[in-house]
């Protein structure tokens, strides 16, 4: 609902600065590093991780600007799409979500729980073809303008400046959290898919002169274009200061455990994500999470690297979770 004055609706916990999310050691069976683990997933809103991170980003500027409808674009597993169609009902906005037709399938052809609660929140699910979906959004814009309708904008993913902003604000979170904590990590690793993320985590590395390097474990993407993506990224973001504060070796981007691409797994990342779920009770998902604590755990073995201190995001998307029960 909109307000007496006809403006979009606050959401309270959009607006308030997040608490930082739990830092914890998991247990010593994984490796022999020491994993730490840090709880994106249990931020309070739409199910959390990082795209309810974007989101409160996005939600400053929709305030500001006072659309009348939000659009933006996904697959029926993006996270994204989910958090963004909560955010535009909780807002008394309507949503428009541009689908491309190659759906990730659930359990025995069901819908995903992702879809499912897209479509309760009243989102406007509207599929094309994969190659059509720029044309698309291009038509729908031109046409709510023609009825004069403002429409906000919101690149898959929350891919964008804004979405970026967030994890360069997270890596600020998880330096004093290492003074609180009175420990140093070693790397920082993370499920990498549009890239804002870890755009994020290594301007934030840059701008704060922070010690801690950043390892995107890729869940879809191959390289150059993977890397090249998260470059691209960094170099929005940080505009001019990009050639002073930027070099290559900043960017860790590893494309060996895609799997055939994204929503693809293999059986291992299943046996794993059971593992995790009894031992830490921690859930993960075989398109984000779960495939890139994976990777993760066989990468520091196929490099060699023993007794450092990890830090691994779990960026969210507990709805797919329950896909694969
Ligand atoms: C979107 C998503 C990612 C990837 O984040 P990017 O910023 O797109 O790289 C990782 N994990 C989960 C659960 C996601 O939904």
Redesign the pocket.
């Known amino acids: 609902m909109r307000d007496k004055n006809g403006k979009c609706n606050r959401i309270g916990v959009l607006e308030q600065t997040f608490a930082p999310t739990p830092i914890y050691q998991l247990s010593e069976e994984y490796s022999d590093n020491e994993i730490y683990i840090k709880r994106d997933d249990l931020i309070p809103f739409s199910f959390g991780?990082?795209?309810a991170r974007k989101a409160a980003q996005f939600y400053k500027e929709i305030m500001e600007q006072q659309p009348d409808v939000i659009m933006t674009y996904g697959s029926n597993s993006?996270?994204?799409c989910r958090i963004i169609a909560n955010m535009a009902a909780s807002m008394g906005l309507p949503c428009h979500i541009i689908s491309p037709d190659e759906r990730v399938e659930g359990k025995n052809g069901r819908d995903l729980c992702n879809s499912i609660l897209v479509r309760q929140f009243g989102a406007t699910v509207e599929t094309c073809p994969v190659t059509e979906v720029a044309d698309t959004i291009e038509t729908r814009k031109k046409e709510y303008l023609g009825r004069g309708m403002q429409p906000y904008f919101i690149m898959g993913?929350?891919?964008g400046n804004a979405?970026t902003q967030a994890y360069v604000n997270t890596y600020a979170e998880i330096l004093q959290q290492e003074e609180q904590m009175r420990l140093h990590f070693d790397r920082i690793v993370?499920?990498?898919?549009?890239?804002?993320?870890?755009a994020g985590l290594i301007c934030g590395k840059l701008l704060q002169k922070g010690h801690i390097p950043v390892t995107?474990i890729s869940?879809a993407r191959s390289n150059p274009r993977g890397r090249g993506v998260v470059r691209e990224s960094i170099r929005d973001y940080l505009g001019d200061r990009f050639e002073a504060l930027y070099s290559e070796k900043e960017l860790e981007f590893t494309d060996a455990y895609i799997c055939g691409g994204y929503g693809k797994y293999v059986a291992e990342i299943s046996q794993m994500i059971d593992h995790v779920m009894q031992t830490e009770g921690i859930p993960m998902?075989t398109t984000?999470?779960g495939k890139?604590f994976w990777g993760m755990i066989r990468m520091l073995e196929e490099q060699k690297i023993h007794g450092q201190k990890i830090l691994f995001i779990h960026?969210?998307?507990t709805p797919l979770f329950f896909d694969r029960i």
């Open positions: 991780g990082n795209k993006s996270n994204h993913g929350g891919h979405g993370h499920a990498s898919g549009t890239g804002t993320t870890q995107g869940i998902d984000y999470v890139a960026t969210g998307g």
